[in-house]
């Protein structure tokens, strides 16, 4: 069964200070790995999508990495608008496209 | 470029009784999906269309919950009866197509309080 891990669970940063969220998974045929934002009582926010073991994308303060058996969301500097949920989820191969989610990294910036 | 339409945005309804939501997908995408969002955790997928058909139903509790996409665009869940445990953020997503990796783009979702 395809398992995915986030931590921590929750983040409070100070604006300004730089850190990492981490997705873990355990799936057989990966065929992307996403990364979403999600905001208090809306729907999540695509952000990046990541295919293979070395391969990095940014948008702004955030930049993705991934791994064979992890992810790493990295955001630089944040500001209290970057405060929201990180979901990370898996997309394996085969004739349907699910995404399987982790159960996300609160994050919080503090001015 | 219109997004993902859900309605109603908010239910609270008593259990035992029934609901509906409803999805109307971003234009020209064939493959819709419904997700539950329990409070604390990440959506998990109950339902997934291409175009009309089914495509995987096998997380659908199919005694009580049921779907359609009758023309290949909008979609209804709905939920007869309704139990507690079915409180959640009921969220609908759209994509382009099957295979992939595909993108998959989240409406707001509607949040069911079933009391």
């Known amino acids: 069964e395809d398992q995915v891990t986030q931590s921590p669970e929750a983040l409070r940063l100070q604006e300004g200070e730089s850190s990492s969220l981490n997705c873990s998974y355990t799936?057989?045929?990966?065929?992307?790995l996403f990364w979403y934002r999600q905001d208090p009582g809306k729907g999540p926010e695509f952000l990046f999508t990541?295919?293979?073991a070395g391969e990095e994308k940014e948008k702004e303060r955030l930049k993705a990495t991934l791994t064979k058996k992890e992810s790493f969301l990295h955001i630089t500097a944040p500001k209290p608008e970057d405060s929201a949920t990180y979901l990370c989820?898996?997309?394996?191969?085969?004739?349907?496209?699910?995404?399987?989610f982790g159960t996300g990294t609160r994050l919080q910036v503090m001015l | 470029e219109a997004g993902v339409a859900q309605s109603p945005r908010y239910k609270i309804i008593e259990k035992r009784q029934s609901v509906a939501f409803w999805c109307n997908p971003i234009?020209?995408?064939?493959?819709l999906y419904w997700y539950q969002q329990i409070l604390g955790q990440g959506p998990k997928l109950l339902i997934q269309?291409?175009?009309?058909?089914?495509?995987?139903d096998s997380q659908l509790p199919k005694d009580r919950f049921s779907a359609e996409r009758l023309k290949g665009v909008d979609s209804t869940l709905k939920i007869q009866p309704a139990k507690l445990e079915d409180s959640a953020v009921y969220l609908c997503?759209?994509?382009?197509?099957?295979?992939?990796?595909?993108?998959?783009?989240f409406g707001p979702g509607t949040r069911l309080t079933v009391l």
């Open positions: 997503a759209s994509s382009l197509g099957l295979g992939g990796p595909v993108t998959q783009y």
């Open positions: 799936v057989s045929g990966l065929r992307g």
């Open positions: 990541l295919y293979s």
């Open positions: 989820a898996v997309q394996v191969g085969g004739t349907a496209s699910k995404l399987t």
């Open positions: 234009s020209g995408h064939a493959t």
């Open positions: 269309f291409q175009n009309n058909g089914v495509v995987d």
